[in-house]
């Protein structure tokens, strides 16, 4: 099959384009009242999971962060971090982990064209930015199947991004949606009872579904990027980091970027969990290089090959 017989096949299957969210607009109610004895089942998995690990979540890449954080369902998660500090290529990396444990994962990101999002993780599943069209044919079979992208470019009203979690929940059966980002959901900057009223309603989408939802909020300009943003960084309304259940934060290093030879001890970037409501609570920082000819970010010593990553 040819790159482009390969890359029209994924088109037709995977992106969506005009769609009717009609039937997706408003959230059906769902209160009720039960007894508590109808939880018992609920309860033990959960204890039972708490050792073990829920078979349901998904781990990060990073084997720093196992048995302390990982995406579970029915949560919400901030993704937060300075400009250009690299927050849509760390999820693109986990999301690739995710379709690799037979995860289904749906991109909303007016920020980027469907193609620059394929490109970046075409970069990170060939581990080469000079990937082959064995690598393309390869990456577009990996793909089918596991990951829808909106295609539109352009801010959305905040309830047509709601109503397109919604389709893809009952639609598509994703275990996970990306909102790229909060900025580009068709709120002023001021607008913190919108966004407020917004972050509720995806996190609702979160609540009523078996998956997880990834937003992306960046964090306020600031005169020093040296250390990594922290959770009041957030730009925006002071309840988005509120309400999630998890805020991450990801930071470069971009003093040992600007002098690598002077700082080569350092790490190159880190990923912090600065909330983390369900699990543990557990709360720190897994500390990463950086490899620009993969893309990728690994712990150091532990610099990826490409067969990790490969799968013909």
């Known amino acids: 099959m040819s790159v ?38 609920d309860l033990v998995r959960r204890i039972l999971n708490r050792d073990a690990g829920d078979p349901t979540s998904t781990a990060t890449p990073f084997k720093g962060l196992h048995g302390k954080f990982e995406f579970r369902r029915n949560e919400l998660t901030i993704w937060s971090g300075y400009k250009g500090h690299g927050k849509s290529l760390m999820i693109s990396q986990v999301f690739m982990a995710a379709i690799r444990k037979g995860k289904r994962v749906f991109i909303l990101s007016p920020e980027f064209r469907p193609e620059s999002v394929l490109e970046r993780m075409l970069y990170q599943f060939s581990a080469t930015t000079r990937p082959t069209s064995e690598h393309v044919n390869a990456f577009m079979e990996f793909l089918l199947e596991h990951m829808w992208l909106y295609d539109a470019q352009a801010s959305l009203k905040p309830n047509d991004v709601v109503a397109l979690c919604r389709y893809a929940a009952a639609e598509l059966r994703v275990d996970h949606i990306l909102i790229d980002s909060l900025m580009k959901c068709g709120m002023g900057p001021d607008d913190y009872a919108g966004q407020k009223a917004f972050v509720d309603a995806v996190q609702s989408v979160a609540h009523a579904n078996p998956l997880h939802v990834h937003l992306v909020a960046h964090a306020r300009k600031a005169n020093d990027d040296s250390k990594p943003a922290r959770l009041h960084d957030i730009k925006g309304a002071s309840e988005i980091a509120d309400m999630a259940e998890n805020v991450l934060s990801v930071w470069r290093n971009k003093e040992k970027e600007k002098a690598p030879e002077r700082r080569h001890d350092e790490p190159d970037a880190s990923l912090t969990i600065e909330a983390q409501r369900n699990g543990d609570g557990w709360i720190g920082t897994v500390d990463l ?20 990553y490969v799968r013909f």
């Open 289 to 308: 290089m950086h490899d620009p000819e993969t893309m990728l970010f690994f712990e150091p010593g532990h610099q990826p090959e490409a067969s990790e």
């Open 4 to 41: 482009i017989n390969s890359f029209e096949k994924f088109a037709r299957t995977n992106l969506i384009r005009d769609i009717d969210l009609t039937a997706y607009m408003s959230e059906e109610a769902g209160h009720r009242v039960k007894p508590a004895s109808d939880y018992r089942e």
